[in-house]
Structures are given as C-alpha cells and as structure tokens.
C-alpha cells in the first residue's frame, strides 16, 4: 500500500495563475481532507470530503475548491494564486468511524 | 469553535531524559479525541499517541505517554529516555466526537542535545 499520495511534491506559481493538487490515497477511506501549513502555525483545514462526490469547507476555503469524483482522489484547485497562498499543503484520509488520519508527504507550493 | 493551545513553542532536552510537553484545549463537547502528532524535518505527519476523552485511562506508547486531566482541558505529552531521534515539531489536535477534521495547536519544537 502507497497509503496518502500527494502530487506534485513542490510548485512555484506566479500570482494569477491556476493549478491542482492531487491527493490520492489506496485505503478505501471515506473520508478526505486538505489542510495548510503556515510558519508558526499548525495545519488549518481547508476543505474536507466525507464520501465520494461531497464537498465541505473547512476554516480556511477562500480561494480554493475541491472536487472528490472517485473515492480514491481528492483534488484541490488554485484558479487565480495569490502570494497569500504560498504555504504546505497536507492531504489527510480517515476511514469511517475511525478517528486516526492518515497523513500525506505534503507539497510545498510557492506563489510569486 | 474548539481551541488547541501550545504555550511552549521551544522546548529542549538532554539525551536519555524526560521531558513534558503541554496541551491546553477549550471544548464545550462532552466526548472527543486528543492527539499528539509528530513532524520531522521531513515534513510528514506521523501520529504519536491517541487518547479517547471517555478513557479515564491515560495513553501509552512505548517511550511517549500523555497525562489527560479531562477538567481541566489539559493533554500533555511525557517522552521518556529521549532519543536524538525525538528532535521534531510536536502537534496537539483535536477531534470532537461529532466532527471529522483536526483542530491543531501551533506546535512545539523539541530539540534533544547529546
């Protein structure tokens, strides 16, 4: 089992312009989440899943949307980067009725 | 909205010692999940210990257990001998029983010295 893929690992971006993150996982969890890594910070929810072809926001949504159209795939979208948005970004999966999350490796992305 | 405090952004420990790290959290949920994960430099998450708010019974790992006062919101973490290996960011979240994501403190940086 791979577990939680993110892909890409790194990105650097100039405002402005879009891009997606994919977050894959081989575990059959129900649950998916996207989270942000600041300096100083601990991770901040940005969006979560609870099943396939659902969508929530988190504490942090503004400026990204997900889409989860396979159960394995959880995608996060950049339409117009900003600065604001350079940070880590963590996927997560949990299975149903199981509080432990399972962590992807994170992608650094960069937006100048 | 469930808060996750850490007031110990730096904390430092000699090789073989113990050292507590603390968690304050603010709840009015009655049945929730605590956590401590770990981050070291190669940035992944990995998860130390879990505590079950309706286990009176404190969480053990190997090296690494936690000391849960449920009245007074208070989860921290105790490594034991500590290893070279420990040197990570440390993360206190939380997981109300109703809920699906983590509510994560800023963190504490453990640096262990030989």
């Known amino acids: 089992n791979a577990g939680v893929t993110q892909t890409p690992k790194f990105r650097v971006l100039k405002t402005g312009q879009s891009m997606t993150l994919l977050c894959a996982q081989d575990?059959?969890?129900?649950?998916m989440y996207w989270y942000r890594q600041d300096p100083g910070m601990g991770l901040r929810l940005i969006h979560y899943s609870v099943g396939e072809g659902t969508t929530a926001k988190g504490e942090v949504p503004d400026g990204y949307n997900v889409s989860r159209l396979k159960k394995q795939n959880f995608l996060l979208g950049l339409e117009s980067a900003a600065p604001s948005q350079t940070s880590v970004y963590f996927c997560?999966?949990?299975?149903?009725?199981?509080?432990?999350?399972?962590f992807g490796p994170g992608t650094r992305l960069t937006v100048l | 909205a469930q808060t996750v405090t850490q007031s110990q952004p730096e904390m430092s420990v000699q090789e073989a010692e113990t050292v507590t790290l603390s968690c304050t959290y603010d709840t009015s949920e009655s049945d929730y999940y605590l956590f401590w994960y770990k981050q070291p430099p190669s940035r992944q998450m990995i998860l130390v210990i879990r505590q079950e708010a309706y286990k009176q019974q404190n969480a053990t790992e190997n090296r690494f257990s936690v000391n849960f006062q449920k009245a007074a919101k208070s989860f921290s973490l105790k490594i034991s001998d500590s290893q070279l290996g420990d040197a990570a960011m440390y993360f206190c979240a939380y997981r109300g029983d109703s809920g699906y994501a983590l509510n994560f403190g800023k963190g504490t940086s453990l640096l262990v010295t030989p």
């Open positions: 575990m059959n969890h129900e649950y």
């Open positions: 997560a999966s949990s299975p149903d009725g199981i509080p432990k999350q399972f």
